[in-house]
């Protein structure tokens, strides 16, 4: 696909195909979004197309996706469902309360500059133990990396980036977690996906695990396809079952079905998750 190519309503328009022709139950189905925007306007297209059942699947960001899963099943793993999310600012202000009582200097370590490599770690799902120290910098990195972590845990807090980063190492490490979560959803499916961030990728990949239902759809990188595919390391033995296609691929079975559903069709009751 290509920028403006009508990603989002390839998505929509492929659940509302789920829920009416192959009878997947809405609540089961995770669309998952880079930005609020498209959240909202992906929740507004599933309502007009199916009402009460479009209602039903869990739509959200990448972060709105993971702090809802990590309030309802977090107790597993030591974290409560009242847990607050620190924002940038929050982040900054902890780093530099870190870096005086470490007795280390912020014009020389830069809270700024600490805060986007533990952010980094983050992304590339590294805890403080998993920093490499080749050198001085990357020493007091890890010092403040682990201090930090220790007083977010102290705050009962987690940082923007522990969203994405707690559930993944949650979903690898915790059979009660992932077995909650995981077996929540029967298909997963991503708009605008990009493979920049290994943390999502990890996310994406670790919720489909169970059922390897996962349809992504994104801009087509500039590079070479073959080159693309080689650096995205899916497993090559057992790959989702992903689809690749223009936006026109499942519009008219979805509309079908959706006539069929004016005619009355209709889900069994939703049941109750904790």
């Known amino acids: 696909f290509f920028s403006g190519s009508g990603k989002t309503r390839v998505i ?19 669309a998952v979004t880079f930005t ?3 959240a909202g306007e992906m929740r507004e297209r599933l309502l007009r197309l ?4 479009g209602a039903a699947v869990q739509v959200g960001t990448f972060h709105a996706t993971c702090a809802r899963l990590l309030r309802r099943h977090g107790e597993s793993f030591g974290l409560t469902k009242d847990f607050t999310i620190y924002d ?10 870190v870096l005086r009582d470490l007795g280390l200097d912020e014009k020389r370590y830069q809270p700024k500059a600490m805060a986007g490599r533990i952010n980094r770690a983050k992304q590339e799902v590294q805890g403080p133990d998993e920093i490499e120290t080749p050198d001085t910098w990357s020493e007091v990195v890890r010092r403040v990396y682990t201090t930090y972590e220790e007083r977010l845990h102290q705050a009962n807090a987690l940082d923007f980036g522990d969203l ?15 077995e909650a979560v995981v077996g929540r959803f029967s298909h997963v499916l991503v708009d605008e ?6 943390a999502q990728f990890r996310l994406v990949q670790l919720l489909s695990e169970g059922h390897r239902n996962l349809c992504v759809v994104g801009v087509l990188p500039r590079r ?19 689809q690749r296609g223009d936006r026109a691929q499942h519009r008219p079975r979805a509309e079908g079905a959706l006539d ?5 069709r209709r889900h069994p009751g939703r049941p109750h998750h904790g």
Not at 224 to 236: C, I, M, T, W
């Open 12 to 30: 929509t328009f492929r659940i509302a195909n789920l829920i009416v022709t192959h009878d997947v139950a809405p609540w089961t189905i995770l």
């Open 36 to 38: 609020n925007k498209a």
């Open 50 to 53: 199916l009402g009460e059942q």
């Open 88 to 97: 940038d600012q929050d982040q900054l202000a902890l780093v530099k309360r």
């Open 164 to 178: 994405i980063y707690r559930t993944v190492r949650a979903l690898e490490s915790d059979d009660s977690f992932r």
């Open 193 to 198: 996906f990009q493979d920049t961030n290994h």
């Open 224 to 242: 070479h396809p073959r080159q693309a595919r080689a650096e995205l390391p899916l497993d090559a033995a057992h790959p989702p079952r992903c």
């Open 260 to 264: 069929r559903q004016s005619r009355g």
